[in-house]
């Protein structure tokens, strides 16, 4: 299922548009202001953004900027939606990294079939992460470990599934509390190494693979010397 995030700030279009992407099948997140829009993308890593130009708390184009600077966020496609039809904010709006640009009033169906054309040729998505008997759904949001489920809280899989995606890269704590706690956090450091132990004490048993890896002075990494993720 793709994922889809959505930031417009008219609350009778958000639920129009949300409705009917939900209704063809899409997975939808999405917030009313730009406030936090960027930890949002983060947070969910989606397939695609819809980006209203202007919000009542900050610019939508300032927010894509922001996007495309980011290495996690950088190649996922962004649409604009906005009422300014003139040619030179078309081309500002693309210059700064939007791969597609409508004026509203729109049909939906006109955007729904957009938005079908940027995922046309996309490569599927890995839904399923293994590595030495740990399995990740990230479909059904479920671990594995020996054909064993493994009880984890909300955290604990966006911290597994974040570096087990990436083995082998060292992320420092400051790295991956924005990329699962996001920026607008009231946590610190401590809270990573915390929920570090507690991913270990739940896949890591005695005598097997350690799938965490601790870099001193750096930050943490996911064990690619142990067999490599398989992308199912």
């Not at 984890?152 to 911290?159: P, V």
């Not at 005695?206 to 601790?214: K, L, T, V």
Request: net charge neutral; glycine share 6%.
């Amino acid at each position: 299922m793709k994922k889809i995030v959505l930031i417009e700030d008219d609350q009778d279009l958000y639920s129009l548009i949300r409705y009917n992407l939900e209704k063809e099948g899409f997975a939808v997140s999405g917030l009313q202001t730009g406030k936090g829009a960027l930890d949002l993308c983060r947070r969910e890593r989606p397939d695609l953004i819809i980006l209203d130009v202007m919000l009542p708390d900050s610019s939508g184009l300032e927010i894509c900027k922001a996007i495309r600077a980011d290495s996690e966020l950088a190649a996922v496609p962004v649409i604009f939606l906005t009422a300014r039809a003139s040619e030179t904010d078309r081309i500002v709006g693309l210059e700064l990294g939007a791969n597609d640009y409508i004026v509203k009033p729109f049909f939906v169906r006109e955007l729904i079939a957009r938005i079908k054309v940027h995922f046309r040729g996309q490569a599927p998505i890995s839904k399923l992460l293994k590595s030495a008997g740990l399995e990740l759904d990230r479909a059904r949001c479920r671990v594995h470990l020996a054909g064993q489920e493994v009880s984890l809280t909300a955290t604990e899989f966006r911290l597994l599934e974040f570096l087990m995606s990436r083995p082998g890269v060292v992320f420092s704590r400051e790295q991956l509390l924005d990329a699962v706690w996001g920026h607008d956090r009231a946590v610190t450091d401590r809270t990573v190494d915390v929920y570090v132990l507690r991913l270990r004490q739940k896949i890591e048993n005695e005598g097997g693979p350690a799938f965490i890896r601790s870099v001193r002075g750096f930050g943490y990494s996911f064990n690619s010397e142990a067999p490599r993720e398989q992308l199912q």
